[in-house]
């Protein structure tokens, strides 16, 4: 079946460095995209999205970047704060009717 | 003045029981889902519903059934309790249909543990 899914499951970065957690998606017909960071204890929070009709958008220190291509989606993030340590998920809707599919998450681990 | 906010934030019941997590949402959207997080942190959609008319029913045991008693409140009741159900619960709202309108609010949670 179609899914959404994530290259690497921890990824551990010094702070101040940038991070990039990556996920790959396989359903053709997605064509929007959202990146959730949960921290420990709550509910996933939305970063930022994009379109199919985009290759790149920023954020406040974040950059999604989108290869539609081969199917990739990455989150970049800039100068690594401790404050962003927490699993962050790719998400993918294709249909009008909100149904967003998760991929299965990465967790981002900041050394101090 | 919690955006979307569920209760219980615990819940450990035993099996065979019956059991009601309530949500709330104060933030106007027209649809509310339902997720369940596994031990493993995967993320699934079980419902969704979208001014109060339910559009969204993935592969979910009868067991369960959602309650939305207006566009403000989506209420999940299980019956029948199994182990297999114990997981994180996770309710979310967003404005309304649409690719613009998808910026889910999650609420905090509710950890169900059945023995």
């Known amino acids: 079946g179609e899914s959404v899914g994530l290259h690497l499951p921890t990824l551990s970065v010094q702070e101040g460095d940038n991070s990039i957690i990556n996920c790959a998606y396989s359903?053709?017909?997605?064509?929007?995209f959202i990146w959730y960071k949960q921290e420990s204890g709550k509910g996933p929070q939305f970063i930022i999205d994009?379109?199919?009709?985009?290759d790149k958008r920023q954020g406040q220190r974040v950059t999604v970047l989108l290869n539609k291509t081969v199917k990739h989606l990455s989150l970049q993030i800039a100068a690594t704060q401790p404050g962003d340590s927490a699993v962050y998920f790719c998400?993918?809707?294709?249909?009008?009717?909100?149904?967003?599919?998760f991929g299965t998450g990465t967790k981002l681990q900041v050394i101090p | 003045d919690t955006a979307v906010s569920q209760t219980p934030k615990y819940l450990v019941t035993q099996m065979g029981n019956d059991k009601s997590i309530k949500c709330e949402q104060n933030?106007?959207?027209?649809?509310m889902y339902w997720y369940k997080q596994d031990s493993k942190k995967f993320l699934k959609i079980m419902f969704s519903?979208?001014?109060?008319?339910?559009?969204i029913n993935e592969t979910v045991p009868n067991r369960f059934s959602p309650k939305s008693p207006d566009k403000a409140h989506l209420n999940l009741h299980i019956n029948s309790l199994e182990l297999g159900d114990s997981a994180v619960y996770f309710c979310?709202?967003?404005?309304?249909?649409?690719?613009?309108?998808?910026?889910?609010?999650f609420g905090q949670g509710t950890r169900l543990t059945v023995v």
């Open positions: 979310a709202s967003s404005l309304g249909q649409g690719r613009g309108n998808t910026e889910a609010f």
């Open positions: 359903n053709s017909a997605s064509d929007y």
């Open positions: 994009i379109r199919s009709n985009m």
């Open positions: 998400a993918e809707n294709s249909g009008g009717y909100q149904k967003v599919t």
């Open positions: 933030l106007g959207h027209d649809t």
């Open positions: 519903y979208n001014n109060k008319e339910l559009i």
